[in-house]
Every structure is written in C-alpha cells, then in structure tokens.
C-alpha cells in the first residue's frame, strides 16, 4: 500500500468502483464505520461529530448514526443546511435521528471527542468565514480529534494549510494515504493514520497508474544490491568523490566514507595537491589520487573500472566547480551532484541540463536543498494552492533530464516521466552540518554497486533516514555511516538474505 493517491486519482477509484457495482453509499457506511471504530477504541464519554457540506460530511453523519446506537452521547453540528445536502450525503443525513445544530464554536463545549467531517482531501481554497472559525475553535477545544480522511483544511494533494486547518489527534482515511498525508506541512497535522479498507478494490489501480509513492524498501528492494557470496571488491563498482581544497575536505570525505559504508567496493577521494596530505592522513580504506582541474579529472575518469562520481561536497563555487562537473557529465559514469556544484550552475541552469541530457542513458542524480533548489531551477513554493513539492521536483527533473531529490524532513525524490517517492522516516536531528554529504555518499555507494537512479536515491534516502534514527539525539554526520551496519543488518534479515 505505499501508493500515494492524489485527490483526482482518489475520485477515479471511487467512480471505477461505483461503476463496478459498488454503490456510493455503500463506500460511505464502510467510511464512517470505520471512523466509529477508531472513536470506540478511544472509549470517550461525550462525542461531538463536526459535519461538512459534502461526502466528508456524509461519512460523519452515519459515524454519528453508528455511535450513537453503540450508546454513546452524540452531538452532530453541521456547517451549511441539511436540505441542501446531495447524493449520498443526503442519504446518510437522513439515516441520522438524532438532532442537527448549525456549526458553531459553543456546540463544543464539553466534548471528550471531536470528530471532524469537515473537509476532505480534495478542499482547493484557503478557508474563511464559519468554516476556519470552526477550525480554529476544533483546536482550542480540550478534546481529542479524529480526523475523517484529511485534517480539515489540508490540501490532500499538496500537504499544504489551506488558511487553516484541524490539529488531528489520529486521522482516518480510506484505500491509499494522499500526498498531504506525508507532505509537509499536512504530515503534522494528522497524528497516526489509519487506512481503513472500504470496498474499493486494488483492481482498480492499474486504471489510475498512481505515480507517487512512500519511500519504503518494498519500492526498491527489488534493485537493492545484495552482496553475493561469490562477489569480490571490483564487482561492486569504484566511486570517485572529489575533494576541495585544504581547508574544505571534510564534507568531500563524509561522503567518501557514505559511500563505502552504501556498499562500493572502492572508493577514491580524487583531491586536490594542496590538500593530498589532509585527504591521506584522515582516511584509510578511502584511496586518494592526486587530481587538479577538469583536465585531469577527465583522464582520471577515462578508466572504465570508475563508475559514480561525486561532485559538490565542499568543493567550492565557481568556474573550476563547473568545468569539473562538465568533464565528469562527459564521461559514461553515474554522477552525483550536490551542494556546491549545482549552485556553481546558479546562472547558467541550462548550461548543466544540456550537458545531462546528452548523457543519454548514463544516470545524474542532483540532491538540492531548497535553497540550492530555488537558486538552480528557479521554482519557487506556492503556499495556498495545488502545488506541491512533488510538483516542484517533476518540473525540476523535466528541466534537466536528470533525477532530483528534493531534500527535507519530506525528501521527494522524481525522476524523467513523472515516478516519485516521498520519505517519512527522518529524524529532525538529521538537520546537522555534513548529514547531506553523507547522503550523496550513500547515493554514490548504491549506484556504484549498479542500482537504477531513481531507486537508489531513494533507498539512500530512506537508509539516511533510519541511520539518524539508530544514531539518535545529537548525533552528528561521522556518526550515519557507522550507523548503517545496523540498518543493513535489519534490512537484510528483512529481504532473507542474513543471517
């Protein structure tokens, strides 16, 4: 179930599930059963279900039905008038008894639960008027809140707060999770998310072809590169990861060291003269070669037994950083580039799209934080509509031909022809200096070992993820490419192939 539905492709698995047989009002009773359920288990005295004008509405008008013949106290308040409600919302107000109250603040006084059937996923305007009022006063109330399908105001396809919207203590939703169920800043506001199932079948999915999916190892573990028990070192593939100067070797070897952890059979820290000495002494299965400048870089990378190179970890802005870049895109390996080689392109984007676009199959993955993502491809957020970060990067990966990982405690990774993943599973202690670093090691160190791109970014990225959470608070970028020997070691019993 790692499909993530937009709210258009949650619509065509209702409507190839109605015209299946299933009726809409059928969906609906499983709906709000399901959204009962989940009050029951929380045994709360008094309940207060807070219904919407539409579907959403509908669902909370037969979990009011269900509750109230369990025995518990319910009190129904619906934004909009009960005449004016249609389809199958209308059917499901009716099966309701118990009294309507318009929607207002006071009729939450002294609820132990509020459920809240305001919106769904598909709400496309910022909130005002009755209806953010009663947002906000949902999360002023000394209550619980179940959520039905989406927080109320959370755009189901973006993630993003539509003026407004309802702080869930859970949420539940039906068939797949949305984008805004683990985009940010929608993720937040949901609490644990429960999909329920009800009714419509996964037959349906091949209809819709859902492109965005959550980062998990059963999206990738098919690629994964497994060591195999008669594999040696040079069958695992040889990274390069150039270093910058003397006094900016660092984040070059973080990423070095990421990639040997990732599994490359060999890693080379292609390093300046100047800083040949720090680079040797700080590193030891690492290899250094002496390189300086795009001339020799291109010689180095002549040998074929080098397949990843990565640029951009502390290696400086500017002309040099361009040329460097250039050279390693002329050649047939897998490019990594980060950091300071995509801002060195801050002026002149088209320059490095062309250069990756007559890769052809060769791959180039390019890991933008959102200021090196603003500066390179000049897209900038939209806060209020149906734009959403996945967006942002599939415009990026068009542009350039190449795979883009978006990063953030969200990291969306797209590649050419619109496939996404989004992570979920990074700590906030991963926000530290050099954990990105070690990420585009951990990229290199999978593509090395011949994983496709996109799904080496994104097992990198979940791999990242589960590296800060094993390392833990005030963890720093040393600390995730020693922490990865345990994850390998709970992913590989996962896959069965260890012990």
Known sequence: ???????????????????????????????????????????????CVVAGPGNN???????AR???????????????????????AAEASRSFKGAVEPAQPAGLADADLIVDALFGAG??????????????????????????????GINGTSGAVMGAAVQASETVTFFRRKPGHVLLPGRLHCGPVEVADIGIPDSVLPGIAPRICANAPTLWSAKFPVPAPGGHKYRRGHAVVVSGGQSHTGAARLAARGALRAGAGLVTLAS??????????????????????????SAMLADPRLNTVVLGPGGGVGAPMRDMVLAALGG?????????????????????FAAIKARGASPTVLTPHEGEFARLFKIEPQAADNSSKYDRARQATEASGAVVLLKGSDTVVAEPGGRGSITENAPPWLATAGSGDVLAGFIAGLLAQGMPA??????????????????????????????????????????????
């Not at 953010?132 to 179940?146: P, Q």
């Not at 490019?335 to 801002?343: F, G």
Request: proline share 6%.
């Open 454 to 499: 996109f799904e080496a970014a994104s097992a990198a990225t979940w791999l990242h993820g589960e590296t800060g959470s094993e390392a833990g608070p005030g963890l720093i970028a040393e600390d995730l490419p020693e922490a990865l020997r345990a994850v390998y070691r709970r992913l590989f019993v996962d896959l069965g192939v260890w012990p």
């Open 1 to 47: 179930m790692l499909e993530l539905l937009t709210t258009a492709e949650m619509a065509t698995a209702d409507r190839l599930t109605i015209e299946g047989g299933t009726p809409g009002i059928r969906l609906m009773e499983q709906a709000g059963r399901a959204v009962a359920d989940a009050v029951t288990r929380r045994s709360p005295g008094s309940v």
């Open 66 to 88: 269900i509750l109230f013949e369990r025995g518990y106290p319910v009190r129904l308040l619906l934004l909009g008038e009960r005449d004016k409600l249609k389809g199958d």
């Open 123 to 152: 709400l496309d305007r910022p909130l005002s008027g009755a209806a953010r009022a009663m947002i906000e006063a949902i999360n002023a109330a000394d209550a619980a809140v179940v959520a039905v399908d989406l927080p109320s």
């Open 332 to 352: 047939d390996q897998a490019v990594v580039l980060d950091a300071d080689a995509l801002t060195s392109f801050a002026e002149t984007p088209k320059t490095l």
């Open 272 to 297: 300046p003269r100047e800083a040949l000495a720090v680079n040797a002494a700080a590193s030891l299965a690492v290899m250094v070669r002496p390189i300086d400048g795009a001339p020799e870089l």
């Open 57 to 63: 509405g509908g669902d909370g008008f037969v979990c």
